[in-house]
């Protein structure tokens, strides 16, 4: 079944492929029949960058619970570092966290969620002043 679900979005970060690392441009997540996993319909990742030609490609097939599991993993992860960058660096990131914290379901464990205690007891340097 072709289902023509695609989302492209620009990507900055960095991907491997073999023993290359290559800088990304853009993402894709698509979800239609698996071309390489023994699956039905799964979920596709593709990372890349296409100045670069075929080889800056790094691709993976999840299947659609799996990437549930990974989406979740996501939100709490980036609501962790937002609320790090609102505690160590002064930025706000309190309402997306709890936006984040409201949707988890009641089997996510306590401990995958951001701990303001954690971070308290961590020193870290000063963050620069980017006013100027």
Known sequence: ???????????DG?????????????????????????????ITLDFLNGTLGAGARAGVELTLESAK?????LDRAIA????????VRGKSALPRLVR????????????ALPNPERHRRCQYPA??????
């Open 1 to 11: 079944m072709c289902t023509s679900i695609v989302e492209i979005v620009r990507a």
């Open 14 to 42: 960095m991907a491997k492929r073999g023993d290359q690392w290559f800088p990304l441009s853009q993402a894709v997540v698509a979800y239609d029949h698996a071309r390489h996993a023994p699956l039905g319909d799964v």
């Open 69 to 73: 599991d990974l989406r979740a993993a």
């Open 80 to 87: 962790a570092a937002e609320f790090e960058e609102a505690e």
């Open 100 to 111: 984040v914290a409201l949707r988890e379901d009641a089997t996510t464990p306590s401990a």
């Open 127 to 132: 963050a620069p002043d980017r006013r100027s």
